[in-house]
């Protein structure tokens, strides 16, 4: 089975630092990686994802992340964050359209941008 | 990437009634998912829908509670029935498009 686990329920940061958001991920086999945000009230947005080449990803607004496939991880990278960074992000893997397709995801961490 | 219609955006029902929440799809899709979000929670999948075929629900989650249609191959309804307090969520449909998974806007569920 497949798993996610998100490592920090709560980030606070201030304005323009550097955040880490951390995801391990449990699979034997395959998997793609996603990265979704969810502002306040909102539904959940795409940010970004690994399906195969490079292990390094980027989403438009500045977020990046990094395959570690023996480290089996997928952490979220910013260099420096805005206040309307502020939200809930989820980490989320799936084995695939041809192997039923669901995503699976981990319990969110809460990214709390301060002035 | 696909564009997703879902409606209502939010409900106060009452206990022991139903709710149907649609999603309408600008493209054609095979699967549909349906998710559950509980406050302060993650999402949780209740079901896959295939266009033509039985809904496969997820364990914990069973076909007369959350009834699931799917005529074709852009909506498809879910219903939450004999609501408790305890189905008090957001419900989201999702489909993968090729770009990924996107997602409606959800629907924010309170029983009272």
């Known amino acids: 089975a497949q798993s996610v686990t998100q490592l920090d329920s709560q980030v606070p940061v201030f304005e323009e630092a550097p955040v880490e958001l951390r995801c391990n991920y449990s699979?034997?086999?395959?998997?793609?990686l996603f990265w979704y945000v969810q502002y306040p009230n909102q539904g959940l947005q795409l940010l970004l994802k690994y399906l195969s080449g490079s292990t390094l990803v980027e989403s438009i607004n500045g977020f990046e992340a990094e395959f570690n496939k023996s480290q089996t991880s997928f952490h979220l990278r910013k260099p420096s964050v805005h206040i309307s960074d502020t939200a809930e992000y989820f980490c989320?893997?799936?084995?695939?359209?041809?192997?039923?397709?669901?995503?699976?995801f981990g319990q969110g961490t809460e990214l709390s941008v301060k002035p | 990437s696909a564009v997703i219609s879902q409606k209502p955006s939010r409900d106060i029902c009452q206990r022991g009634t139903s709710l149907t929440i649609q999603c309408q799809v600008d493209s054609q899709v095979t699967m549909m998912f349906w998710y559950r979000q509980q406050p302060g929670q993650s999402l949780t999948l209740i079901a896959t829908a295939n266009q033509g075929s039985e809904a496969t629900y997820e364990s914990g989650f069973v076909i007369d509670k959350f009834p699931i249609s799917r005529p074709n191959l852009t909506f498809s309804t879910l219903t939450v029935s004999n609501m408790s307090p305890e189905d008090s969520s957001i419900y989201l449909c999702s489909v993968e498009d090729g770009y990924g998974y996107t997602f409606g806007s959800g629907t924010r569920l309170t029983v009272v």
């Open positions: 699979s034997s086999v395959s998997v793609y």
């Open positions: 989320a893997l799936s084995r695939g359209y041809n192997q039923g397709g669901k995503l699976i």
